[in-house]
């Protein structure tokens, strides 16, 4: 039980928004077309000419009661239909931007899909272009820094994802990563083992989506056939201490995001969220806010909605900013940077 003198009051609330909004942090799970609101939606509609199958924002708001992955999956490759434009993209990136500049992060590592845009009709330049223009902007008007990663939907054959790769040859300088989402269950990583190897021989880093809803054997497969550099999600790897152990040992990252895991039936209350049980295994865990326009929060409030839910100490929090540079694609000079920035900045708070 909770005694009145442990309970923060609304001022302690209001001081660990503040702690976590100055925390040097980074995002290392956000899918670009995850961050469309309803709003920008309508506008992007109305620019382009696309009819949406909704009546006003309020109804797409309302549509927003997912039982699982592929409920939310469903409606968030609807919304991205009405993206048609390099000015779009650019735009859609503007946007986040602007609200995890305002949420304290540093750096950020943002998946896009091109499949869900290529397949519309759309060349790859399209997204790509206006994204990498939008990650300028954000460098130099917001001075939050961040990469590109290219995801592969695993719903599609690994023949399409090979297309993909092919499409992407013009911009691989400026793609940090291959990634692999969409429909977990039944699409184990295996099934992309050559074109991640093809992707590993052209110098790109590699994550895979793992043990969100699928089990621990494909979190396995993620490390061993894909060999990744990076595992998002992870939730299910709890459930094998050989597998907690291996992730251990080897410092691997998870990109864990709570709000997601929250909307998606991941977990069925905030406060049952493992986050704090993983950081007591010494698991390398991050928070991410994964889809924020579907799930109800950007990056700040996924922290602070989990730090409130599991009680996360300063110690905490400060380790999972550390863990989020520390598992970032920056160099180790620019990781080190980020690094003394938090111990400067948890040395004033404290
Ligand atoms: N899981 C799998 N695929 C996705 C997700 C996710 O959380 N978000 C966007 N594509
Ligand atoms: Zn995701």
Not at 157 to 171: D, G, I, R, S, V
Not at 252 to 274: E, F, G, I, Q, Y
Request: proline share 5%; with cysteine; charged share 25%.
């Amino acid at each position: 039980m909770t005694t009145a003198a442990c309970r923060p009051d609304s001022r302690g609330m209001d001081n660990l928004a503040e702690f976590i909004r100055g925390l040097p942090k980074a995002e290392l799970h956000l899918h670009i077309e995850g961050s469309l609101e309803p709003e920008q939606m309508f506008e992007f509609a109305r620019r382009n000419r696309v009819s949406l199958p909704f009546a006003s924002v309020e109804a797409v708001r309302e549509a927003y009661a997912f039982s699982n992955l592929q409920d939310f999956l469903d409606i968030y490759y609807q919304g991205a239909g009405v993206l048609r434009t390099e000015q779009d993209f650019h735009d859609l990136a503007m946007a986040y931007f602007r609200r995890v500049a305002a949420d304290g992060a540093r750096h950020v590592e943002l998946f896009f899909d091109p499949q869900t845009h290529t397949d519309r009709g759309l060349p790859f330049s399209v997204a790509a272009g206006g994204l990498l223009s939008g990650m300028a902007e954000a460098e130099q008007t917001l001075g939050v820094t961040s990469k590109l990663i290219l995801c592969f939907l695993r719903h599609l054959p690994e023949e399409a994802a090979f297309a993909t790769l092919k499409a992407a040859e013009p911009y691989l300088d400026r793609i940090v990563a291959v990634g692999l989402d969409s429909s977990e269950v039944g699409h184990p990583p295996s099934k992309f083992a050559r074109v991640f190897k093809a992707a590993r021989e052209r110098g790109l880093k590699l994550v895979a989506h793992a043990g969100e809803e699928g089990p621990p054997a494909y979190v396995w497969e993620a490390l061993d056939v894909l060999q990744v550099d990076r595992i998002d999600h992870g939730n299910r790897a709890l459930e094998d201490p050989a597998l907690v152990k291996r992730l251990t040992a080897e410092g691997m990252t998870l990109t864990v995001c709570p709000l997601s895991n929250l909307k998606l039936c991941v977990v069925d209350d905030l406060r049952a969220h493992p986050l704090k049980h993983m950081l007591a295994l010494g698991l390398r865990a991050t928070v991410n806010s994964d889809d924020p326009a579907y799930f109800g929060g950007y990056l700040a409030k996924n922290w602070f909605a989990t730090a409130v839910a599991l009680g996360l100490t300063r110690e905490e929090l400060a380790t999972l900013a550390r863990n989020s540079f520390t598992g970032s694609f920056l160099t180790p000079t620019e990781t080190q940077a980020h690094l003394a920035a938090i111990d400067a900045y948890v040395v004033t708070e404290s």
